[in-house]
């Protein structure tokens, strides 16, 4: 569960913002593995909470241990509560591997933080689900750098009692949020503009927007003129999901952005409901990567293989909140398991639009204009919170 109590806005580095550009990485297929060799002694793994348990939260749940049982690799993980957070950590280069989302993979890749990806050697990825490869966050120029992990949809969740009529649209916490005054929550990150794109790209169809993490100059500004008037209607920013939970169970929250893991641990008096609203919805398709600087690759390998099986993945997708990365997993976890997150779901996935790092290069195929980055859409945010 992404928990963390505030959302770091950090900078980027000036050479990762001209990678960014064209998003082009100083990576390239020379470094990719073509065999795998003896695995090392140990593994470091950065991720967010809840992606590696080995027992220390509740002895129930322990995936980590039979994987350092079959392969000898001891795991050190650590978790992170922002994506900006992981950036940082992981240029460290004390990790192997990360399980990034995609406000974060391209960052990682243009700023050449990990390897291509060779997916004979993680025999696992024939399984995961097709529409989770090959996607704009996980690979470039043909080239794949993470295997997904699970993937999930920023619903919109809303208090029955009070929100009425029920809710359809996004418009409840946009061009209808001053009905809801101060009780409006949103998620706290420069990615939400994505969110605000979305609802723009279907009712403001002029602006041209055909894909919510491609925006030019005046797209760009056209959303963070909506997300300025939702500002003055919004209770709380959160990146936190045990303070959405609070929030909507005492009432200082009733309606707002959510993930399906809160709707689920809200209590039943709260009198909450979840949907997938008609624009559809912006989401996430965390990916594992392996560090370019790597001091266990054949551990790292090791785990990929390992999170994507079919049992790993069923516990470690069930225990975070998301749908598995590959329907064999569905057999493992509880009987509503795959049922709760939509889980293959192809209409419903088809409505998901994942988070992806904005790069200049427009991600909507425009070549005759420069598209805002995501250094330009963490400023944007600064003058959104104000």
């Not at 929550?185 to 990615?191: G, H, K, L, Q, R």
């Not at 057999?331 to 088809?350: I, Q, R």
Request: with cysteine; aromatic share 12%.
């Amino acid at each position: 569960m992404r928990i963390t109590a505030t959302v770091k806005l950090l900078a980027l580095g000036s050479a990762a913002v001209l990678a960014l550009s064209g998003c082009t990485s100083s990576n390239n297929g020379g470094n990719m593995l073509q065999s795998l060799g003896d695995n090392e002694k140990t593994v470091s793994l950065l991720g967010w909470p809840g992606y590696a348990e080995d027992g220390t939260t509740d002895p129930a749940y322990d995936w980590v241990t039979p994987f350092e049982t079959a392969t000898g690799c001891d795991v050190t993980f650590k978790s992170y509560g922002t994506s900006d957070e992981a950036i940082t950590l992981f240029k460290t280069g004390d990790y192997d591997a990360i399980a990034a989302s995609g406000d974060a993979t391209l960052r990682l890749i243009a700023g050449g933080d990990v390897q291509p990806l060779n997916t004979e050697l993680i025999p696992n990825y024939a399984g995961v689900y097709d529409f989770l490869k090959n996607r704009d966050f996980n690979t470039v120029d043909g080239m794949t750098y993470g295997v997904p992990h699970g993937y999930g949809a920023n619903l919109l969740m809303y208090n029955t009692k009070v929100v009425t009529p029920a809710p359809t649209s996004w418009s409840v916490v946009f061009d209808g949020a001053s009905k809801y005054k101060g009780k409006v929550t949103a998620y706290d990150s420069p990615i939400y503009i994505a969110d605000a794109a979305l609802y723009l790209m279907k009712h403001k169809t002029e602006l041209g927007i055909t894909n919510p993490y491609a925006l030019d100059a005046t797209q760009l500004a056209a959303a963070v003129d909506l997300l300025k008037a939702q500002k003055a209607n919004v209770g709380e920013y959160w990146s936190d999901y045990l303070k959405s939970i609070q929030s909507f169970t005492t009432g200082d929250s009733v309606v707002g952005t959510t993930w399906q893991v809160i709707k689920n641990y809200t209590p039943a008096e709260a009198n909450v409901e979840a949907i997938l609203p008609s624009e559809g919805a912006t989401g996430w398709s965390d990916s594992w990567m392996v560090s370019s600087k790597a001091k266990s690759p054949n551990c790292a390998y090791a785990w990929l293989n390992y999170i994507d099986s079919p049992e790993a993945n069923a516990a470690a997708t069930e225990y975070f909140g998301e749908a598995p990365a590959t329907p064999d997993a569905c057999a493992f976890g509880s009987k509503d398991f795959c049922a709760t997150y939509n889980a293959g779901d192809v209409e419903f996935e088809k409505q998901i639009w994942y988070w992806t790092t904005p790069i200049e290069k427009c991600l909507d195929g425009r070549t005759d204009v420069k598209c805002t980055d995501y250094a330009a859409w963490t400023q944007a945010w600064l003058e959104i919170k104000g």
